[in-house]
């Protein structure tokens, strides 16, 4: 069975990468990343995907007029890479329709909270976190989901929980969700990738 061809976007440390880049690497995924393409010039995740000898991108957010011009550009990159699964992996950028209904059912993201809780516009990173421990919620998680038009409102894939501690702060909660993330993330893939 051929591999298939993954693009991964990424915004910043790209921890998620590793995990994808390791689980390939495993034999765990039957996938090639053939680009991950990064909103932000600088972003730790780059040097990962360099130390594999995976080919980067930058679009780098300040340098685009408007949104609609870098989603030009990611649209671009995807198209001529010729990408079957796109993953967004800490990726912060809303991608335009245009994009979602050029790679329907092949774009997925994953996020730090059990959907449909601590998500939508504004919700992303640390600020997931924050929100929950402020709201005094018990448990959170993360969820794998594909992405359509809405802000983290397609059809979800895996959810995880974890506990949130009297004593959490956002860093530990990240922590703690992260690793349920680098799971559960590889995983999705990992499905997808089999047809299952
Ligand atoms: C992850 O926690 C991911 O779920 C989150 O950004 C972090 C990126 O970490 N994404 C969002 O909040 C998107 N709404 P990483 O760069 O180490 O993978």
């Known amino acids: 069975m051929s591999k298939v061809k993954i693009a991964v976007l990424i915004s910043g440390n790209g921890s998620n990468l590793q995990a994808l880049i390791d689980s390939i690497e495993g034999g765990y995924i039957n996938g090639e990343i053939i680009v991950v393409i990064s909103d932000r010039r600088g972003a730790y995740g780059l040097e990962r995907a360099e130390k594999h000898g995976i080919m980067t991108v930058v679009l780098d957010k300040k340098e685009y007029g408007s949104n609609e011009d870098l989603n030009k550009g990611i649209q671009y990159v995807l198209r ?12 912060l950028t809303i991608l335009s329709s245009n994009v979602v209904k050029a790679f329907e059912g092949k774009i997925i993201n994953v996020h730090p909270s059990l959907i449909p809780a601590f998500c939508g516009a504004g919700l992303y990173g640390q600020r997931v976190h924050k929100a929950a421990i402020e709201y005094g919620v018990k448990v959170s998680g993360a969820t794998v989901h594909f992405v359509d038009e809405g802000t983290d409102t397609g059809k979800i894939i895996l959810q995880e929980a974890v506990p949130v501690m009297e004593n959490d702060t956002p860093e530990t909660l990240a922590a703690r969700v992260l690793e349920v993330e680098h799971r559960i993330l590889p995983e999705a893939v990992r499905r997808i990738t089999q047809g299952s």
Do not use: Q
Request: no cysteine; hydrophobic share 65%.
């Open 80 to 91: 001529s890479m010729n990408a079957e699964l796109i993953v967004l992996a800490g990726f």
